[in-house]
């Protein structure tokens, strides 16, 4: 009886696997390996161009030299830059449009769909639209002539106005993801205690900050790791609006990861600074992690 | 009630998602070719296991980065029809000749036998793919038929040997010159110069230069948003020879006294005299050489790649008449080279499953087939081909568009002294470091002489290391 039921179990777990057998192949040949195949070569001198298997092994020096190359520093401090500016902004931004569209807005709908366009249109035609926007025919410059500027800044062809540029562009495109997920997260607060605090005498200020921040705390956990290592991960926009520059103002360190790799050949070196990449990225989660107590209430 | 709403949401939001991607997908040629490349492999894999019955003939797959309706559509079927009986067929695939389409083509290359025959456009590329195993080395098939390059393409071709040996066969002759408008030169009273320096460059891009704000015609258009690099060294090859940006191996040249001017006249010409658009308006605006040159908005431009879309009036219709004229010197007596040599080199993958066949192939395209493409603007390298066919093809259908005698004069007779690059040492990386010192310059962050003495110092750092 007992040999029966085991081999039955078997039989379950074994269809289990079955089921997920596709996904699990994809993920060793397409995550798994590479993933084990960049920390290999982080190790190694390996150039792209002389193939697979002819590289020396190097220890760390990959990962000791990217400290005094210009172009590593410049581009994780335009990339701390970029993350720094983009993460609170869209995300304190989603949560007072979510709060206004949900009590103040008739149509609450079109609206929400339409922050959302952003999010889901293809990133290339987004980009693209943002370039004739920044352009000097473009309403950002007429609208800084209209304030009576007389040489408006040239936007993506300015070292200084460049990356805030990009970083405007990725709010607006990123700003009705988070305004989802606030709006859905609004929708399941308790509202009895909302209630308590009418029956308090509390305004709608109060409320907002005393009540809705502390209850929305966890989806602002949530939503600041996440466009934290987006932001982290900007690469699309850059290749397509500005190519890193002017000079070095725009090249962040995915592009140059990405430059390093595909256009001096340098695998070894490149695939140094995404493991170093992957940890800055985890050490500024566990950081978050560890944050948490102090502030989310669940 | 909510829900239905949120459902309806839902599907309106996929809807657009959906037609948003298939509005893209007319803008990302580039990614399309890619993926094509592979439904083009499969299928000729495909009529190669059809046809069992009879002798199933070879099939090569060759890629290029000339559209294919630009001529190699036609060179192929040309091909296809004379060695239909012996056996040999060849199918065209386009990539697009920028950082991304190489990349595609040397990752086909490193993993397999999916690309027979290739072109390689740059000098720093044929290297890296002589070296890197990606080009066969053709020494063995050059004795074996007694193909002697030089017989062809004269002692300059053993100038792009790699190592002392033969990876490519040169098919293009590239001779560069200033793309001008004759219209505006002939309405400004000039005559198209055959010898010039800067500043009469300068004061003639000055008298070519009116109006204002988006009615503005240029002088000169220096299509800075493409590539900032070429364009001083294009300037500074016709002194320095074919290595402007080095001086050796270890040094960058970007110290140089030809290299500084060439600069300064770029520079002044954006910033100074305001004769060409900025690198900011190019960069802002996307200008194009198409959207400038062809419209009539600039009576001058780099070149000559621009012929092809010259010639292509149904997308870019104009009315008035292009002539060359040589890229100017710093001063009379500095000519000591023409900007140019050999270019499209043709080369073989040394995987190829079809070695012999593809070889066949290359000495014909090099000797014989060329024509067709010749009609959309590349000269041939070898001496097989009579210069006058060549100048007829190269302007045919473009007789009212084209001046024929600055067209044979300064992109098809040969000269014998280009310019030839040697030197290849961490070239990508000097070259990004120009790019950003020379942004610096030209969006007046800047002086020249301050950029271009931190572009040396950068630079030299790098080659001595």
């Given at each position: 009886m007992k040999k029966i039921r085991l081999s039955k179990q078997l039989k379950i777990d074994l269809t289990g696997y079955a089921f997920i057998l596709p996904n699990i192949i994809g993920v060793c040949l397409f995550t798994l390996f590479p993933m084990i195949f960049s920390l290999i070569i982080s190790f190694t001198d390996w150039d792209y161009t002389k193939g697979i298997g002819n590289w020396n092994f190097i220890g760390l020096t990959n990962f000791a030299e990217m400290w005094q190359d210009e172009w590593f520093t410049s581009s994780l401090i335009n990339t701390i830059i970029f993350a720094v500016g983009v993460v609170p902004v869209t995300v304190f931004l989603a949560l007072i449009l979510a709060v206004i569209i949900d009590k103040y807005c008739v149509a609450r709908l079109p609206m929400r769909l339409a922050l959302f366009m952003p999010y889901i249109s293809n990133i290339v035609a987004v980009a693209i639209v943002w370039v004739m926007m920044y352009s000097p025919w473009g309403p950002f410059t007429q609208l800084v002539k209209l304030f009576g500027m007389e040489n408006p800044p040239q936007w993506l062809g300015d070292t200084t106005w460049a990356l805030p540029a990009l970083m405007l562009m990725t709010v607006w495109s990123g700003v009705g993801y988070s305004n989802m997920i606030y709006t859905s997260a609004l929708q399941g607060l308790p509202q009895d205690v909302y209630e308590a605090a009418d029956i308090d005498g509390a305004n709608e200020i109060q409320k907002f900050f005393r009540l809705t921040i502390p209850f929305l705390s966890p989806t602002t956990f949530f939503l600041i790791i996440t466009t934290f290592i987006t932001s982290f991960q900007v690469f699309a926009p850059i290749q397509i609006m500005t190519r890193g520059g002017p000079g070095t103002a725009t090249n962040v360190l995915v592009y140059y990861i990405y430059t390093s790799a595909f256009t001096f050949y340098k695998m070894g070196y490149a695939s140094a600074m995404s493991w170093i990449l992957f940890l800055i990225l985890f050490g500024i989660t566990m950081f978050q992690w560890a944050g948490q107590k102090k502030w989310v209430s669940y | 009630m909510r829900k239905w709403k949120k459902l309806g949401a839902l599907g309106m939001a996929s809807l657009m998602a959906v037609s948003v991607l298939a509005g893209c997908q007319g803008s990302q040629k580039t990614q399309q070719a890619a993926t094509s490349a592979d439904t083009v492999k499969t299928e000729g894999a495909k009529t190669e296991g059809e046809k069992t019955d009879n002798p199933a003939p070879v099939v090569l797959r060759m890629w290029g980065g000339v559209p294919a309706e630009a001529g190699p559509q036609a060179v192929c079927d040309n091909f296809n029809q004379l060695y239909k009986d012996k056996g040999i067929q060849v199918e065209y695939e386009r990539f697009v000749n920028d950082d991304t389409g190489n990349l595609k083509l040397e990752t086909n290359l490193l993993s397999g036998d999916g690309v027979d025959l290739y072109m390689t456009y740059s000098t720093d590329a044929l290297t890296k793919r002589a070296e890197g195993n990606m080009a066969l080395d053709l020494s063995k098939l050059i004795a074996r038929d007694n193909f002697q390059l030089t017989n062809y393409f004269g002692t300059l071709a053993e100038a792009y040997y790699i190592n002392g040996k033969p990876y490519s066969i040169p098919t293009k002759l590239d001779q560069y010159g200033i793309v001008l408008n004759q219209d505006m030169f002939e309405a400004a009273g000039i005559e198209i110069p055959t010898e010039w320096t800067f500043d009469e460059f300068r004061e003639i891009a000055k008298k070519l230069t009116h109006g204002d704000g988006q009615d503005k015609v240029y002088g000169m258009f220096w299509n800075s948003q493409q590539d900032l690099t070429y364009l001083f060294t294009y300037l500074a090859a016709q002194t320095n020879g074919g290595d402007p940006m080095y001086k050796n191996d270890k040094e960058t040249s970007f110290d140089d006294p030809v290299v500084i001017k060439s600069v300064e006249l770029i520079n002044n010409m954006m910033n100074v005299d305001k004769t060409s658009p900025t690198h900011t308006d190019s960069v802002t605006q996307k200008l194009s050489q198409e959207s400038m040159f062809l419209t009539g908005k600039s009576a001058m431009t780099v070149g000559p790649w621009i012929v092809r879309s010259i010639k292509d009036q149904a997308s870019y219709p104009h009315e008035f008449k292009t002539a060359f004229a040589p890229y100017p010197v710093v001063e009379k007596g500095q000519r000591k080279y023409t900007q140019g040599g050999y270019g499209d080199h043709l080369c073989i993958n040394p995987k190829s499953q079809n070695i012999d066949a593809a070889w066949e192939f290359a000495k014909w395209y090099a000797t014989k087939g060329m024509l067709p493409v010749v009609e959309g603007g590349r000269v041939p390298a070898s001496n097989t081909y009579n210069a006058l066919e060549v100048t007829e093809a190269f302007v045919m259908g473009a007789e009212n568009y084209l001046d024929a005698e600055t067209t044979q004069k300064i992109?098809?007779?040969?000269?014998?002294n280009y310019a030839v690059p040697s030197i290849t040492n961490h070239i990508a990386e000097v070259k990004k470091i120009a790019v950003e010192e020379l942004e610096g310059i030209f969006i007046g962050k800047q002086t020249v002489e301050d950029g271009m003495k931190k572009a040396k110092a950068r630079a030299d750092e790098l080659l001595q290391k």
């Open positions: - | 992109l098809i007779t040969p000269a014998d």
